[in-house]
T-cell receptor, first 112, second 113 residues
């Protein structure tokens, strides 16, 4: 059974600092991994999708790396802004048809 | 291209009533997934459907819960005889025929009194 752990559970940084969010998973036989953000009381917004064959994926200020063999992914957010405040969720999929297994998330607060 | 739509956004039911949650996937998407987020818990997979087929319902409680994705119309998650423990946020996601990235709806927040 896949176990997904996200560290730290919470993070508070001043505006402008870079963010590093860690995700580890126990079953390395994944097909892909998605990073999401969730704002309070809202749905999930997809940030990045990394296929199992990829080492990293970038979108704007976001960069996600994947080390499948060691069961780890890291999300980097450059030059953080108050609007980046949210909970960030990591979700690998070990099924070919895409069932996602979620970590508990990292709650991020970026202070002005 | 409108995103994944869910309705209602909020639903209040008394114990023993039925709850029907609807999900319209993004245009061109043929895969629908339902997830549940219990208070203070993470998101958990419930069921995966394609048009007229349930592919994986391994996360669905064995009783009172059912899901469908008919040829025409939205996907429906149905909860019969609701209990207080069913109070949660229910999210629907869809993905294109080649699968891959999942896009989530805003969720339905069910409160059972």
């Amino acid at each position: 059974k896949q176990e997904v752990t996200q560290i730290p559970a919470a993070l508070s940084v001043p505006e402008g600092e870079n963010l590093v969010l860690n995700c580890s998973f126990t079953d390395s036989a994944i097909y892909n991994l998605q990073w999401f953000r969730q704002d309070p009381g809202k749905g999930l917004t997809s940030l990045l999708l990394i296929q199992s064959s990829q080492r990293e994926q970038t979108s704007g200020r976001l960069n996600a790396s994947l080390d499948k063999s060691s069961g780890r992914s890291t999300l980097y957010i450059a030059a953080s802004q108050p609007g980046d405040s949210a909970t960030y969720l990591c979700a690998p999929s070990t099924d070919s048809w895409g069932k996602l297994q979620f970590g508990a998330g990292t709650q991020v607060v970026v202070t002005p | 291209n409108a995103g994944v739509m869910q309705n209602p956004r909020h639903l209040v039911r008394r114990r023993g009533q039925e709850a029907r949650l609807r999900c319209s996937p993004m245009k061109g998407h043929s895969h629908v997934y339902w997830y549940r987020q219990l208070p203070e818990e993470g998101l958990k997979f419930m069921v995966y459907l394609q048009k007229e087929n349930i592919i994986d319902e391994s996360g669905m409680p064995k009783e009172r819960f059912s899901a469908e994705f008919p040829k025409e119309g939205p996907s429906i998650l149905r909860i019969q005889q609701v209990v207080r423990g069913d109070s949660a946020a229910y999210f629907c996601a869809s993905s294109p025929p080649e699968r891959g990235e999942q896009f989530f709806g805003p969720g339905t927040r069910l409160t059972v009194l």
